[in-house]
């Protein structure tokens, strides 16, 4: 997944909004963590502080989830014994460099679970935040990238095991550049939801797709999705303001994720053969609310033995939220994820106003990316973004969706589609 460019706040635009909000938000992302505090501070006892995550967990609760690799996987910490795994259960990501068969999820000697130990993080601001995080080591392909985990109550969100992915391409078709991925990324919950007759509804979609076979071409999602009690759905692209059936029918799994096969993929035509890739809905149940994440797994064989030659390989991980307004302050907090530059990321969102950061240095201003906020929802459940560093219509605009403590963002930038998942902290 080819990387793209973070795009900063300009230095040459000074402004005293950019810096207060910056400093209001690194407070309280400080404070909720349980730090801060100076020289003059009571020498009084401190109270108790309510953790971020669980205060142990092992391989009794699983994480199901998707990542932007467009994978299902499953992934179980220890942190008694620090051991991690990670289960592919469905996958078009290849075993081997140099092929496209068999990919991670083949079960065949049990190749499908990868496995290591955990490290528990030191870097981040405060203990309260350090010990709800976790590096898996031996997971990322770059020593210099650690692939990372931040637990929350019944969700995870970060970085699992990467890949080095290169072929040759079949018939004159489907050639994937040599890339390597340090790791890619993740979110799962511990309690997912099947009941279509819960799940149906009116939902926003965003995502961010890629193409291997086409260079790694990046592909945005924005969409509206009626999705039925039957499994049935439709989906409107609001680029175009085209409806159609993408895929045939949402199935439960015994997976705890729901089955769409035949998925069309946002970049047509396939490079080669028919629409063989499908998506998956992985419908997490957080904070008495259903969160939706979906991932779109490709399809790319080059042998009969194995099924249709084709390549149809478009990747990646978007989500939904319910089409229902949003109200300006409920959704105030602080979130953790990782985005489509592979960052590790921190949002604080307070009223109208956010500022993204880098949880490892978050009083780095360079680092950090301040938004204004529209609650004002022409589309009720988007919000929309701008940069408060730059005029109107001068910067990048994105949308917010938020559903059970976690947010999709979708924004527009010169370089291609930029988007992240993040999961609520405090």
């Known amino acids: 997944m080819q990387p793209l460019r973070l795009i900063l706040p300009r230095a040459s635009r000074p402004s005293t909004v950019p810096a207060r909000a910056l400093a209001v938000a690194a407070t309280a992302m400080l404070a909720a963590c349980g730090g801060g505090g100076g020289d003059d501070a009571p020498s009084t006892p401190a109270a108790v502080q309510t953790r971020l995550c669980p205060a142990a967990l092992d391989y009794s609760t699983t994480f199901t989830g998707g990542t932007g690799s467009g994978e299902l996987v499953k992934v179980q910490i220890d942190t008694t014994k620090k051991t991690w795994q ?3 259960v469905d996958s078009s990501v290849p075993r081997q460099t140099g092929t496209v068969q068999p990919t991670r999820s083949d079960p065949t ?5 990868m496995r290591g130990t955990l490290k528990a993080e030191t870097g981040l601001p405060t203990e309260k935040l350090n010990q709800c995080a976790f590096e898996l080591s031996g997971a990322s392909l770059d020593p210099n990238r650690p692939a990372k985990l931040f637990v929350g109550e019944g969700v995870v969100g970060g970085t699992i095991p990467g890949a080095r992915i290169q072929f040759n391409g079949v018939l004159g078709a489907g050639a994937v550049p040599d890339t390597t991925f340090p790791y ?6 511990a309690q997912t939801e099947t009941d279509l007759s819960k799940i149906a509804g009116q939902y926003n979609g965003t995502g961010f797709h890629e193409v291997p076979s086409k260079q790694f ?3 945005a999602q924005d969409y509206r999705m009626a999705l039925a009690a039957d499994g049935s759905f439709t989906v409107c692209d609001n680029a175009t303001n085209t409806c159609e059936r993408k895929g045939n029918n949402f199935v439960p799994q015994a997976s705890g994720a729901l089955l769409s096969t035949n998925y069309k993929a946002e970049s047509q035509p396939p490079t080669l053969g028919g629409t063989l890739g499908k998506a998956y809905l992985i419908v997490g149940k957080l904070r008495g609310q259903l969160v939706p994440v979906m991932i779109r797994v490709g399809y790319a064989n080059d042998s009969l033995a194995n099924g249709p030659l084709g390549a149809d390989d478009e990747i990646g991980i978007g989500m939904m939220a319910p089409a229902v307004a949003l109200t300006e302050g409920t959704v105030n907090g602080e979130y953790v994820g990782v985005d489509s530059n592979f960052n590790y990321r921190v949002t604080a969102l307070v009223g109208a106003a956010a500022t993204m950061m880098d949880p490892f240095r978050p009083h780095d201003a360079s680092l950090a990316i301040p938004y204004r906020l529209d609650f004002s929802q022409q589309v009720p459940g988007v919000v929309r973004t701008s940069r ?7 910067a990048p605009t994105g949308k917010l969706m938020f559903t059970g403590g976690v947010f999709g963002f979708l924004e527009q930038r010169d370089s291609g589609p930029y988007f992240t998942v993040g999961a609520f902290v405090q």
């Open 388 to 394: 408060r560093d730059a005029p109107a219509g001068s």
């Open 86 to 88: 990670v289960t592919f």
């Open 184 to 189: 890619f990324q993740f979110i799962g919950f």
């Open 109 to 113: 000697n049990g190749q499908n679970v």
């Open 217 to 219: 071409q990046l592909v």
